[in-house]
């Protein structure tokens, strides 16, 4: 069964880089698939941050574009997510996901890790 | 950009009504709309995908139907354990993926 699971720090400060990791495991993401971020703030609806195929291929939402990157360690089987020059805006629960390569259709979810950004 | 409008933002209805919610885009997306429900606290989970095929292990209660730029997402007989938020979800090359503002489902 596929298992994906965010790490890393839950607050951040404003104008620093926000960075998670999420660790993928009972599927190699060298098989396929894209793999990306989510995010959903406080009560709000979710937001598709980007994704990364195993070659290194990225897409990225054109609104976050400039702030965002997201790379892939096939080696440990993760893939990584930063995001620069954050405010509060960018407080909320942030989901890795598994996305089919076909009509992208999000078929495999972390469970979110909150990250909060203030001093 | 593609628009996403999902509604209604909200209802309530009583177990074992029929719900309805609705998905349109400002354009033309085949049959490319998924269906996805969210748990207070817990990730989203996929229910339909292309528009009208239901995820493996989904109760057949809930269905999806629609093409081009209006689709539907029908509960059949709402269960207690229903009550979630649940968004439609396309795809296009210039913005990526596009989620509709979400409708959430409550008990009466």
């Known amino acids: 069964q596929v298992q994906l699971q965010e790490s890393g720090p839950g607050l951040v400060k404003p104008s620093e880089t926000l960075s998670l990791t999420c660790a993928v495991s009972?599927?190699?993401?060298?098989?396929?698939?894209?793999w990306g971020w989510i995010r959903q703030p406080p009560g709000k609806g979710l937001e598709w941050i980007g994704s990364?195929?195993?070659?290194?291929?990225?897409y990225y939402n054109p609104s976050l574009k400039s702030r965002v990157t997201i790379s892939v360690d096939t080696s440990k089987n993760q893939f990584s997510l930063k995001l620069s020059s954050v405010t509060a805006a960018d407080t909320a629960v942030y989901y890795c996901?598994?996305?089919?390569?076909?009509?992208?259709?999000?078929?495999?979810w972390g469970q979110g890790t909150l990250v909060t950004v203030s001093s | 950009d593609i628009q996403m409008t999902q509604s209604p933002s909200s209802l309530s209805a009583s177990v074992g009504d029929r719900v309805t919610i609705t998905c349109q885009a400002s354009?033309?997306?085949?049959?490319?709309l998924n269906w996805y429900q969210q748990k207070p606290g817990k990730a989203p989970k996929l229910l339909i995908y292309?528009?009208?095929n239901l995820e493996t292990g989904v109760p057949s209660r809930f269905s999806g139907s629609g093409s081009g730029t209006d689709f539907t997402f029908t509960i059949s007989s709402l269960q207690p354990e229903d009550i979630a938020t649940y968004y439609c979800?396309?795809?296009?090359?210039?913005?990526?993926?596009?989620f509709g503002g979400g409708t959430k489902v409550e008990i009466k």
């Open positions: 996901a598994r996305t089919t390569e076909q009509h992208p259709t999000i078929d495999y």
């Open positions: 009972g599927y190699s993401i060298s098989s396929g698939y894209y």
């Open positions: 990364i195929y195993h070659s290194g291929s990225t």
């Open positions: 354009q033309d997306i085949s049959n490319y």
């Open positions: 292309d528009a009208s």
């Open positions: 979800q396309q795809y296009d090359n210039l913005q990526g993926l596009t």
